[in-house]
T-cell receptor, first 117, second 113 residues
Framework: ETGVTQTPRHLVMGMTNKKSLKCEQH?????MYWYKQSAKKPLELMFV???????ENNSVPSRFSPECPNSSHLFLHLHTLQPEDSALYLC????????????????FGQGTRLTVV | KQEVTQIPAALSVPEGENLVLNCSFT??????LQWFRQDPGKGLTSLLL?????REQTSGRLNASLDKSSGRSTLYIAASQPGDSATYLC????????????FGQGTELSVKP
């Protein structure tokens, strides 16, 4: 148990469906991240939220829509996905120290294995 | 664009060997560097965090070193065991990228009994 929980663990969805991935951290962190991991590729950063504000959108298609209602929860809303979006989606959190002078250890959830059919 | 390279891409060793995994990065301006392991289909488990002001960190049979000026980090695993089989990832936090964790491709380690 890393303190970062992702649900669901597995998701199969059709290209016309709408679904959401959920991430919750119990570590008191103020930064949360979504990463995508496709087969044989490095982890790709998708979105960054610092202090509940989105600070990074790494050219992610609009069919992926993040939401951070509070510092403990992060969602990724999915709609009209493509088969190439099938991947492992990982959530992570860490803490930005006072004055932005540094970052603490990052912790990851177990991921959601998404299959788009 | 900052990049992270891990060598070797894959490694297979007999149980009991000491081994070294290498990580190089293109920009020495980092906050810290973190090593993770990932089991197939699972999330990432943090192994060690080494701050930019540190030279090394140790946890059990693991030792990570950092040479920031040359853009290199190594992960040393002593007396390897079959349970160490996994993919090992390094991730520096670059100052010029707002502290994002940037990952290499990883080293896939197999320890044979």
């Amino acid at each position: 148990e890393t303190g970062v929980t992702q649900t669901p663990r597995h998701l199969v969805m059709g290209m016309t469906n709408k679904k959401s991935l959920k991430c919750e951290q119990h570590l008191g962190h103020n930064a949360m991240y979504w990463y995508k991991q496709s087969a044989k590729k490095p982890l790709e950063l998708m979105f960054v939220y610092n202090f509940k504000e989105q600070t990074e959108n790494n050219s992610v298609p609009s069919r992926f829509s993040p939401e951070c209602p509070n510092s403990s929860h992060l969602f990724l809303h999915l709609h009209t996905l493509q088969p190439e979006d099938s991947a492992l989606y990982l959530c992570a959190s860490s803490h930005i120290t006072l004055g932005g002078g540094g970052y603490t250890e990052a912790f990851f959830g177990q991921g959601t294995r998404l299959t788009v059919v | 664009k900052q990049e992270v390279t891990q060598i070797p891409a894959a490694l297979s060793v007999p149980e009991g060997e000491n081994l070294v995994l290498n990580c190089s990065f293109t920009d020495s301006a980092i906050y810290n560097l973190q090593w993770f392991r990932q089991d197939p289909g699972k999330g990432l488990t943090s192994l060690l965090l080494i701050q930019s002001s540190q030279r090394e960190q140790t946890s059990g049979r693991l030792n990570a070193s950092l040479d920031k000026s040359s853009g290199r980090s190594t992960l040393y695993i002593a007396a390897s065991q079959p349970g160490d089989s996994a993919t090992y990832l390094c991730a520096p936090r670059f100052k010029n990228q707002g502290g994002k964790l940037i990952f290499g491709q990883g080293t896939e380690l197999s320890v044979k009994p």
